[in-house]
């Protein structure tokens, strides 16, 4: 059966000397793997360069329903970016997303409103030419509204701890581990309140930013299985801190 649909590229890998296997959401069907081709010639339908980590296409699939790999009749970039490759901290940022994504959309099904959200945060950075250096923090919080484990801000009073298990507000600590320490619980507060457009309103540190960035991520290790460390982390703490 032949589909069309969009989609993003989440990693690649290579299968042999003129192949790869390419990790894709779909706005059609979810997540989706591809065998995908090389071809050396210049003319070739299907190029290397369209499958770089969160690059927007419009794909014609060859779909076959228990097939674990997929092939592509045709591809052509739906949006082209024209700042995401080529500015090195947004760069930093979209490798740090598609790493994130590949984890939390580990066996995701279709879902539109999650692949229109996604597909357009990354337009909203690719255009924005200032002052997104919480993206990548309102990005991974928002998202967990799609997942189903979004956090209550109803509870928040200065001073509260943000449970990462219970994904809510607290005033007593937790009898567990996981929890945001005061500061970093009103910054979290404060940015859920916000959106891209507003988040520059409220100013992190290098270090609040990094150690809130932590705390998400085991946010999502907890509501998540096997959800792991991410090696593009420590760069984008250097980089983009």
Same mark, same amino acid.
């Not at 801000?153 to 449970?163: K, N, Q, R, T, V």
């Given at each position: 059966m032949l589909i069309k649909t969009k989609a993003f590229v989440l990693r690649t890998v290579r299968f042999a000397?003129?192949?790869?296997?390419?990790?894709?959401?779909?706005?059609?069907?979810?997540?989706? /793997?591809? !065998?995908?081709?090389? +071809?050396?010639?210049? &003319?070739? %339908?299907?190029?290397?360069?369209?499958?770089?980590?969160?690059?927007?296409?419009?794909?014609?699939?060859?779909?076959?329903?228990?097939?674990?790999?997929?092939?592509?009749?045709?591809?052509?970039?739906?949006?082209?970016?024209?700042?995401?490759?080529?500015?090195?901290?947004?760069?930093?940022?979209?490798?740090?997303?598609?790493?994130?994504?590949?984890?939390?959309?580990?066996?995701?099904?279709?879902?539109?409103?999650?692949?229109?959200?996604?597909?357009? /945060?990354? !337009?909203?950075?690719? +255009?924005?030419?200032? &002052?997104? %250096?919480?993206?990548?923090?309102v990005f991974m919080m928002r998202l967990s509204r799609f997942l189903g484990f979004y956090p209550n801000i109803e509870g928040y009073e200065p001073g509260a701890l943000f449970d990462l298990q219970s994904a809510c507000f607290v005033h007593a600590l937790p009898p567990h581990r996981y929890y945001l320490q005061p500061g970093e619980s009103h910054a979290l507060c404060a940015l859920l309140r916000m959106d891209f457009a507003t988040m520059h309103l409220f100013r992190l540190s290098h270090d609040e930013r990094n150690l809130l960035v932590e705390g998400i991520l085991t946010f999502y290790r907890l509501h998540l299985p096997d959800f792991p460390e991410l090696r593009s982390l420590e760069v984008l703490k250097t980089i983009y801190g």
């Amino acid at each position: 059966m032949l589909i069309k649909t969009k989609a993003f590229v989440l990693r690649t890998v290579r299968f042999a000397d003129r192949k790869i296997i390419v990790d894709m959401f779909t706005r059609s069907h979810g997540r989706m /793997s591809f !065998l995908v081709p090389l +071809s050396q010639s210049p &003319r070739a %339908a299907v190029k290397k360069q369209f499958f770089q980590p969160m690059t927007l296409l419009e794909l014609s699939v060859d779909f076959r329903p228990k097939a674990s790999l997929q092939r592509i009749k045709e591809v052509h970039l739906s949006t082209p970016y024209a700042s995401l490759p080529f500015e090195p901290h947004k760069l930093s940022i979209a490798f740090f997303v598609s790493e994130f994504l590949c984890h939390a959309l580990h066996s995701e099904q279709q879902n539109i409103p999650l692949y229109d959200y996604i597909e357009d /945060s990354l !337009l909203w950075l690719d +255009s924005c030419a200032s &002052r997104y %250096a919480n993206f990548h923090i309102v990005f991974m919080m928002r998202l967990s509204r799609f997942l189903g484990f979004y956090p209550n801000i109803e509870g928040y009073e200065p001073g509260a701890l943000f449970d990462l298990q219970s994904a809510c507000f607290v005033h007593a600590l937790p009898p567990h581990r996981y929890y945001l320490q005061p500061g970093e619980s009103h910054a979290l507060c404060a940015l859920l309140r916000m959106d891209f457009a507003t988040m520059h309103l409220f100013r992190l540190s290098h270090d609040e930013r990094n150690l809130l960035v932590e705390g998400i991520l085991t946010f999502y290790r907890l509501h998540l299985p096997d959800f792991p460390e991410l090696r593009s982390l420590e760069v984008l703490k250097t980089i983009y801190g």
